[in-house]
């Protein structure tokens, strides 16, 4: 490099925020960031998020935003932006149809029974308890309506005269609207809840669309209500003695407007990103305002460490995206394909921060789908190993589950991200039990110094620690290649046929195989934090990690062959080549080309026509296997991946793909 370019190329640095940022190492950072969290503002920001977010209306939701734009501001985070995804019941983004924006003024629902005290006559009052209205639920006339309540199942809807009622049921109504819309309801009272327990809570209904999540224009504006187990008893017991009636009065309105969500960075030396995600738009603390606390008290941790210089400026930006679960994210991805592109790695915080001293609390780190393995699964468990154990508290690793904003992971988004969750002890999810009394401020500082430590060594690594990172992925990928064996071998043992240890023994070639080729994507993928100089030269000695896995996934055949050998000898028996079925002409054939990134969830498509197959918003086999289809695989080497990832499943993949294809979602290669 002659002095000339050696200067230009200083300058450049200098312009973009400094020189290289030296290493720092992760004991060395999670005692910094210890030091530095701070208990008073997290709970405050949780707090904050609540007080708005519990009403979960558009217009809230819009303070929420405007209050975090300046929580960011007073951080002394950069480039910080409020972005008006629309709320039209229209405009797509991936896969999904965003919501119509929605707005309450008051609600109340009462029984007309005289024998009953005014308290046990009011049933809802949307003012008292935002979750006794559902959300997306419709109007009345100012009057209000006087209508029948009749209990109902899933599996009478179609048999009973719902027309002008209101359909009282103990299922998640959000999950069969489009019944009650078939019935003719006038809505429904929900007395479903994920924890009876909670006598006097209230299940929150968050979905409201006619054949999705959301509430879009092709949705009906039902009425919906929520009581609690205490009420739904009363109610039971008045139907017992004959016809029961209520009064609703609800004045809500449907607008095309704006789901807004806040971005901010702290800026690195280069153009590259390190995320984090936590969702706004939920009524509870738990899930999500303690999501959103966490990464905002992680990104305040980091930028005082920064400005004090106790930390170097990292070499990548780290941003924080604040926004509603799913459409906000999605919405994101969608307007910024380049910012994507450069973001190397992200983490998801959701319903993180329970109490210590219940059981069920501890920490479930979720991995990436295994067709995006990466080195971000080794990572996060050994930053949670070093910060958990230091506090003595428990936690859990677990694949990938869909349902969240790590749909980024996905091949055509190519974020790999991990995601921090704990349960809340007392299931309080999607109730009105989920206040800010039941947070623990010490749950609140584990899950964001786990992020803090993640985003951080991440957005600074270079080669060091990029070959670290190799060598965490290649350990763990001998412990996810063993557990394969481990299972095989099982099997191994439980053999009684000379067949069934033939295929126990073809099984294990193709389990292990599959293992050694997923987790050798794990150690390789450290080459996106290496420098394009010097990537061909590291590659190099990520190839001998490479062999020496792929050597011990030959030493556990090996094993197992041996173990099979020693089962044929005590069953008295010989072994024999396994019969391996050929998959369906079709399977064969069939090549799929998605035309969107994410999940695909049929929101725009009527439930009745859905032929029975699932929503791939939430179902994992569709979903795992949609991840798989890059265009050039075909169906039968796609739903093999599926069952090696997820285990056997009878699921019709030649009917659903057809499905798809028929409908315009996806399309076939040739």
Known sequence: MTRRSLFLASLVLLLAGGAPAPSVTLPALLDLLHGEWKAAPAMDYMRRVYSTDRFFTFPKFAETSRYLESAMRQIGLQQIEIVNAPADGVTKVGY????LAWDVKNATLELLDETLSAQQRTLADYAQVPSSLGMWSGSTSKEGVVAEIVAVTPDNIGKLDL????????????????LLVK?????????????????????WINAWGDDGWAYTARSTPLLSFSITPDQARVVRSLLQRGPVRARAM????????AYPYVTSVIPGITQEEVLTLGHTSEQGAEDNATGVAATLEAMATLQRLISS??????????????MGEMYGSMHYVEHNRERIRRTVAAMCVDTPAASYDLAGTEYTFYMNPHVSKDFTDGFILKVATAHLASVKRPWHEKEFTTGTDTYMAEPMVGVPTVWGYSGSGVETHHNSE??????????????SIIDAAFLYFVANAGEPEAVWLAQVSESRGYGQVGRRSATVLDGVAGATTSPQLASVIRDANEQIDYAVDRETQAIRSVLRLVSESRKDTVAKGLNAAADRLKAFGRQQRERIQ???DQRARQLGVSLIAAHVQQPDPAELKIIVKRKRFGTLPLDDLPQDQWEGFPSGAWAAVPTIALYWCDGHRNLAEVIRLTR??????EFDFVGYFRFLERHGYVEFAN
């Open 96 to 99: 999904w149809t965003e919501p």
């Open 163 to 178: 027309h002008g009622k209101l359909a009282l049921t103990d299922v998640n109504p959000a999950g069969i609207k489009w």
């Open 183 to 203: 019935a003719g309801a006038l809505g429904s009272i929900n007395t479903f809840t994920e924890n009876p327990a909670l006598a006097n809570g209230r299940q």
């Open 250 to 257: 609800v004045d809500t309105r449907y607008y095309a407007g």
């Open 309 to 322: 210089g106790k930390l170097p400026r990292p070499k990548r930006s780290i941003r924080i995206l604040s």
């Open 434 to 447: 989920d206040t800010p009394d039941r947070v623990d401020a010490r749950s609140l500082r584990d899950i």
């Open 562 to 564: 041996w173990a099979a």
């Open 644 to 649: 090696l990832e997820l285990g056997a499943t």
